[in-house]
């Protein structure tokens, strides 16, 4: 090799290695102001501080500074300051056992809050958990919070585990949690209203700890916060404002004095008192609101009608009684309304007005007229309403009493009002017909005069079957308050009543052939029904002694064969006696209606000879009429046109005075607008130079005094010296002077006077001379 091709391998080695040592050099690492330079030693040494350092330790160098980089440690990285806020706190957890910034010994894991403002720098040891932002406290708003361990909390209160507290805006703004504390909620403040109150459970003390099983009463205008642990019983209530008409019954829960009344009064465990209205009430945590039963606690006065009541049970005595109206009655602290229990039954037959039944009995249409307005709809019966039913006219209702063990009767038009301990006597009677048993229930007895009808089978004594159709009228005849629970003797008056006169139908008809009852038919029932007279005649009447029924006619409304054959026959004998005696009828109707005819042609006739008379007549007086129209048309028309004449040259007369009589007005109202416009301007021309004059006069005036008053204050600010000198200086100088001060050397007070300045200052200056001299 050359020595050039050697001295070209030297200077590529040389240049290489420049280039290796080039990149070897790094800049110094630059500290800045809150920061901070972490190293890690890489070997065991002795720092130039004098302090040892074991491979793996860490430490730092806070800015501001230019870190100059030994062997024996490694930059780990450069740290920035955590800046903190109003209020922050930065959450710090130990690395290993360490002394903080503030001098404090942290073991491993330990954590602890820095809350200074301004810039903090982590340790090497001191691990960043977080940044805690505060919780804003507000006047509504707190905040419940539990220790879970032994700690100090932020305001340096000391709490055990497990104890809660509440923090508000009173105690601070804001608040951040320590270390051990945890925010349970956030409260908010409850406010009471006016009239408002409620009941808190388990209140706290001074100390802030909960009283469990005491009770405290706040009443509004107020608010406050609800610590751990208290409860508000049963909500926020408002007070009780008791009308005139209304009440509240309380119970006293505990011993203790009352200051509602008047002096105070001692009140013991169960009492039980009534506070009336009108006012407004708020009950105490020592006593209890009874209610009614229907979870209403005031208690109204119940208005009551005429014919209206309740029940009501005293609660001391266990006494019930029936209060009736017309009147409101309000119940006292020792009663309630009681509850009367009806039958089903008897509640179906008040809904139907007093009886139920087949749809097809009569005597149900009667009982409509008595539907209680109470028992309408579907909604249910008030069971403390007094029980009531309106008796129709002439009719009977049995209320039983179980207490006294006896029975009063209401008659009708009356209304039947059931006591507490009473109930209605119900009737089970026969309908029908043919009658049927137990059809019909009802209370109300119908006293008559009424009327039953039944169907009966009879036999003849020529075994012929027959059904009877028969109606019997009945009445009861009784003397009231004389034994008149007697009518309700016979619980099925009816059946009673249909048998008794069916038994005497059936041994009459069985005595008589066919032939002889259908010819003599009414009497032999009228006879086998009432009886005989001693004299033989038939007896009018049927009376039952045992429920003083009285039956007074019997009536057969049809009789009807129940062999087919026999009704044949007996259709047919009926239809040909029909007939018979329908030609009868029509052949003398026939033979009537002839001679009516003919009697009714000469009427006619006779009537229109007269027509025609009559209408000669009227004929005659028409033409005479006609002419005397025509008379009097012909002399109306000529009258109508005169005056109609005379009429319009009036009109036009008066017409034309109204016009002149107008035009003069409006002359009169214009010549007046003109004379009054004329004038007002006058008056404002007037008035205007009047108060220009003023205004010229107060102008004058008022430049006059300022004239015055500046010469009087010139004067003033010359002095009396100035003055002096002025008159002691020859007159080119005092008009200079004057010239300088901005007078002229004469000034005319009225455009006729004028007044020499010169004198006037001789005058200034004299008269304090004259005044020296005297």
Known sequence: ??????????????????????????????????????????????????????????????????????????????????????????????KRELIDSRGVKREVQEEWL????????????????????????????????????????ALGRKRAAGDEWLVTVQDTDSYVPEIGEEVVSHVTKTVLQKGQYCVVKNPVDNNGRPQYGKLELLKGITSFFLHPGEIIDDGIKSQYVLGEDEALVLEALEHFTDDSVTGGKVRRPGDRWMIRGPKSY???????????????????????????????????????????????????????LWEKELD?????????????????????AYFEQSIDAEYMGDKPRDKTRA????????????????????ARVVFGPDMAILGPHEDFNVLSLSAGKPKVENALKTICLMLGPDYITDILEVETADHARLKIKIAFNNH???????GDSAIFSVPDFIGFACREVGSRIRAVVSRVKFDEFHRHSMHLLKAGVFGYNPDGSVKERLVFEANKLVITNVDIQAIEPVDSTMRSSLLKSVQMAIEIATQSVQRTAGQNAACKEQEAKGLLERQKLANEQENEKARTILHELRASASAVESCGQATAEAQAQAERL?????????????????????????LNNTQMAQESELNYVREQNELEIDKTKQLADIEVEKFSEMVEALGADAIMEMANAGPKFQAELLSSLGLEMTLFTDGSSPINLFNVADGLVAQPQKSEMA
Not at 476 to 482: A, D, I, K, P, V
Request: proline share 5%.
């Open 387 to 406: 029980v009531r039913y309106r008796c129709p006219h002439n009719t009977a209702v049995q209320v039983y009493e179980y207490q006294r063990k006896a």
């Open 1 to 94: 090799m050359g020595a050039e091709s050697l001295l070209t391998v030297g200077i590529r080695k040389g240049l290489g290695a420049k280039a290796q040592f080039c990149m070897a050099i790094k800049p110094l690492p630059v500290v800045k102001a809150n920061q901070a330079i972490r190293l890690r030693a890489t070997i065991d040494h002795t720092s130039s501080e004098g302090l040892k350092r074991v491979a793996g330790d860490e430490w730092q160098y806070p800015g501001p500074l230019t870190y100059k980089p030994t062997p024996e440690a490694e930059i780990v990285k450069i740290i920035d300051a955590v800046i903190l806020t109003g209020g922050e706190a930065l959450h710090l957890s130990a």
């Open 650 to 674: 009036l009109i036009e007369g008066h017409s034309a005075i109204e016009a002149a009589r107008l035009k003069a007005e409006a002359e009169d109202i214009l010549c007046g607008t003109d």
């Open 476 to 482: 009861f005849e009784f003397e009231r308050g004389n």
């Open 114 to 153: 820095v809350r200074e403002e301004g810039a903090y720098l982590p340790g090497a040891y001191e691990q960043l958990v977080g940044v805690i932002q505060p919780v804003r406290l507000i006047s509504t708003v707190g905040l419940h919070l539990k220790a879970l361990h032994s700690c100090t909390d």
């Open 344 to 364: 089903p039954l008897v509640v179906s037959i008040l809904k139907k007005g007093g009886g139920v039944g087949e749809g097809d009995i009569r005597k149900l």
């Open 282 to 336: 708020i009950p105490p945590t020592q006593v209890k609101e009874m209610s009614q039963g229907n979870h209403q606690v005031i208690r109204k006065a119940i208005p009551l009608g005429e014919n209206e009541g309740i029940y009501i049970r005293n609660l001391q005595t266990g006494e019930v009684k029936v209060i009736m109206g017309p009147k409101s009655y309000l119940l006292n602290e020792h009663e309630k």
